[in-house]
């Protein structure tokens, strides 16, 4: 065997053809939608330092109607329109990249420019698939193309294209191009789209206004760019595909709130009825009661005050949701006054529980940068879960910790814990570690999401630990409000 080396001549080629590869590459890899795929592709064709077609454009197939659908270019008229076009592009292309160029020289962020030039520089190039057309615009230029699948037969370009792996070329005669020949001169090149979904489209490309023929090296190319348009076209559909379920969702997730909070404002004045009646019933306004009526009214309090707790929540997150916390404005807040606020309310929560709520204090508790009543809420719902998640006796307590310029306030219980692997999803809406665990406990999954919302509009941060078996503490933390702030007049 000898060791032959690659003559200049194939050097050269090999170099051309990953020259061609790259920016094959780089092109395709900046489309993000079908529509600049579309024009990324046709104009990479017809881009004389990549592939020097004359005219090319992509017609989509459209599996429910069996149709090829597209808006194509109908072309210049002569040859010498042909490079006068081109002429006036390729100078037009160079101003921009001088722009671009000083643009870059003074921006911080050099990349910036780099995809509106890419763009600019393709759509520049469609220009020249649309033809002169006396000062229309783009879109007058190009026409509407319809081919029914059904009416096709075997021979026909674009069934002869979707059947085939391999692009082809087509010289005069060889097929019919029944519907197309307003747009297509022979000999052209084409060739097929395919994605994970099935045929997506075919891709066609002429040469009638320049001198080098199709031979089979450019039809090796276009097979290149044919497979890595395929494959591009993949990421594109995907990017849309999530991108267009992710709109949905996010629809859902608003109507779903928005169904939820008319429920609960609907659900809200019986309820607030219920509860007033059965207070005056209890208070014997109405009249005595048996031991047996007082033991009857005092379960329907206490249901009644448990759907009003949950109707709250959810109105509590519906507001949040629906931009309620444009209310939330920072100011000068005493920790301490509003954590003694809230604790009444929590204390009558524990029932018949042997549970203690203590605020541990070592020295003052420094005012911090908050919204008080945004503030109160955090506290109540950390500490409702705190004491809701012990299960028979326990002990909840709240420090102050002052370290570097801000104020930590951890609420930590001996409750049941939470497991690592629950830790990550328990501030999503809804979440609740155990479904059957919630039957016991009460709950709908909302008071934490409440929190990490109330949280972010007032700059605060939390973060949990906790062991199973052990008890959580929910660490808050806030700056705290210098003197020299403080000292300002208001
Ligand atoms: P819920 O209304 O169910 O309490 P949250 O959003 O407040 O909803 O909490 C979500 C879930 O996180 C709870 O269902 C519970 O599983 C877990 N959790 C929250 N706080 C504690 C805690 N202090 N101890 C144990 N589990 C907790």
């Not at 520089?121 to 007058?140: A, K, R, T, V």
């Not at 993949?234 to 608003?254: F, G, H, S």
Request: negative net charge; charged residues 25%; contains cysteine.
């Amino acid at each position: 065997m000898s060791d032959a080396q690659p003559n200049p001549q194939e050097m050269a080629r090999y170099q051309r053809e990953l020259n061609l590869l790259e920016q094959v590459h780089v092109a395709l890899g900046t489309a993000s939608k079908l529509d600049d795929f579309y024009l990324i592709a046709a104009s990479m064709l017809v881009d004389p330092n990549a592939f020097g077609y004359s005219r090319a454009f992509i017609l989509r197939y459209d599996e429910r109607s069996r149709t090829f659908l597209g808006r194509v270019g109908l072309g210049v008229q002569t040859r010498e329109e042909h490079e006068r076009f081109r002429r006036n592009i390729l100078e037009e292309t160079l101003r921009l990249q001088e722009l671009v160029d000083a643009i870059q020289q003074e921006s911080p962020e050099p990349r910036a420019v780099q995809p509106l030039y890419d763009l600019r520089f393709h759509s520049l190039w469609i220009h020249l698939l649309q033809g002169s057309g006396d000062g229309e615009g783009l879109n007058d230029a190009f026409r509407e193309v319809s081919v029914h699948r059904e009416a096709l037969g075997p021979d026909h370009l674009l069934e002869r294209t979707a059947a085939g792996i391999r692009a082809q070329i087509l010289n005069p005669g060889d097929a019919p191009l029944a519907g197309l020949e307003d747009f297509i001169s022979c000999p052209c090149v084409v060739g097929r789209l395919m994605t994970r979904r099935g045929l997506h489209g075919v891709v066609v490309a002429d040469r009638v206004y320049e001198d080098s023929p199709i031979d089979d090296e450019a039809l090796y190319h276009f097979q290149w760019l044919v497979n890595h348009a395929s494959v591009t076209l993949e990421n594109v559909e995907l990017v849309e595909d999530l991108t267009a379920t992710t709109q949905r969702l996010q629809e859902v997730d608003r109507l779903k709130t928005n169904f939820l909070s008319i429920v609960s404002h609907e659900l809200r004045t019986p309820l607030t009825s219920i509860v007033g009646f059965v207070h005056l019933l209890s208070d014997e306004r109405v009249g005595p009661l048996t031991e047996s009526q007082r033991d009857l009214l005092s379960r329907v309090s206490q249901h009644s005050g448990h759907l009003q707790n949950m109707v709250n929540d959810i109105l509590e997150i519906a507001e949040v949701e629906g931009g309620g916390m444009v209310n939330v404005e920072l100011a000068p807040v005493d920790p301490l006054g509003a954590l003694l606020h809230v604790l009444p309310k929590v204390e009558a929560r524990r029932g018949a529980r042997n549970i203690t709520i203590e605020p541990l204090l070592r020295g003052s508790v420094p005012m911090v940068w908050a919204d008080e009543s945004a503030l109160e809420r955090v506290f109540f719902h950390l500490l409702d879960n705190a004491v809701k998640f012990i299960s028979n006796e326990g002990r909840v307590t709240v420090e102050f910790l002052v370290r570097e310029g801000v104020l930590d306030i951890a609420i930590r219980d001996t409750g049941i814990g939470i497991s690592q692997e629950n830790l990550k999803g328990i501030f999503d809406h809804f979440y609740q570690v155990d479904f059957r665990l919630e039957r016991a406990y009460g709950g709908m999954g909302i008071g934490l999401t409440v929190v990490k919302l109330l949280l972010d509009a007032m700059t605060g941060r939390i973060r949990v630990e906790s062991t199973v078996g052990v008890g959580s503490c929910f660490t808050l933390t806030f700056p705290i409000v210098s003197d020299a702030a403080r000292a300002v007049p208001k």
